[in-house]
């Protein structure tokens, strides 16, 4: 890691970066009238942590080069919060974000592969741990060094294809294979405690053979020293960050609601919303 001072500074950048998403994420969504605002909110940080912490080794120009770390959104209903990255980052220009889910745009609610910087189509719940510990596999056998990273949503745990691909991951000894799931405790309509509790999470995770990590995911004070040094680390598990999140982060008007779920708030609830946003992070 980076000495204090350094570190400051980038966690600084990333806070305002995580602003600039933010912002950008909820304009396109409210224009559009649609998108899945709160479910990219609680993994924005995340994100950003990724593709501007000096962790994911990407060119925005170059986008399909070959030596390129693997990302892969299973969580595709938070396409808005990737777009808006990938735009900012430079794969494509910002004005795309305008004609989100519009006709003439490049891009619809569910992620797309034929997006610049997007690896997979996604929208499906449960697929992507998958197709990323097949990647994770081909790179093995190819001896590429590259990483492959997924980001899953905590509903996407109930579905079977995950544990079927943590027994194949823990199997095949993919250390190059990291997933993050993003723990914000919310699925369509309810409290995933409510509906089958899926604590102990760390507990499961292991008991399926993967090295474990849980961390704030919305302190990049926690979030950083959980992505560095992967490349030199000394196990041949897979890893899975256990990312704990707020549905909704950054806009206390959407928070913690399931009936925000897949909406993008209009009139009155958008000038809320942006107010809500701007207050949340006026002094950082």
């Known amino acids: 890691m980076k000495e204090k001072g350094g570190m400051n500074k980038l966690i600084t950048k990333l806070r305002k970066k995580s602003y600039d998403v933010r912002h950008a994420m909820l304009e396109m969504c409210i224009k559009a009238e649609t998108g899945h605002v709160t479910s990219s909110l609680s993994c924005i940080d995340i994100l950003v942590t990724l593709y501007y912490g000096n962790i994911l080794n990407h060119i925005p120009k170059k986008p399909s080069y070959d030596e390129r770390d693997r990302f892969i959104l299973s969580k595709g209903q938070a396409s808005p919060a990737l777009y808006a990255i990938l735009a900012d980052s430079g ?21 797309q592969d034929d997006v610049p910087g997007v690896e ?31 980001l ?27 997933a993050i799931v993003d723990r914000n405790y919310l699925c369509v309509t309810d409290f995933t405690e409510n509906l089958i509790a899926l604590e102990p999470m760390e507990d499961k995770w292991k008991a399926f053979g993967w090295d474990t990590l849980r961390v704030d995911g919305h302190s990049f004070e926690s979030l950083l020293p959980a992505f560095s040094n992967l490349r030199s680390r000394r196990s041949s598990r897979p890893l899975v960050i256990i990312a704990d999140t707020t549905k909704g982060e950054g806009v206390e ?31 950082e």
């Open 253 to 283: 008007s959407v928070t913690n609601n399931p009936l925000w779920h897949g909406l993008a708030p209009k009139g009155k609830d958008a000038e809320t919303a942006k107010q809500s946003l701007k207050r949340r992070y006026a002094d």
């Open 91 to 111: 794969y494509y220009k910002k004005s795309e974000l305008d004609k989100f889910a519009q006709k003439g745009g490049m891009f619809g609610v569910h992620l």
């Open 152 to 178: 899953l949503g905590d509903g996407e745990c109930y579905e079977g294809s995950i544990w079927e691909t943590a027994m194949f991951a823990s199997h095949n000894r993919l250390n190059n294979l990291i």
């Open 120 to 150: 997979i189509t996604s929208g499906s719940l449960g697929l992507g741990l998958g197709v990323a510990a097949g990647i994770a596999l081909g790179a093995k056998m190819d001896r590429e060094l590259y990483l492959v990273f997924t």
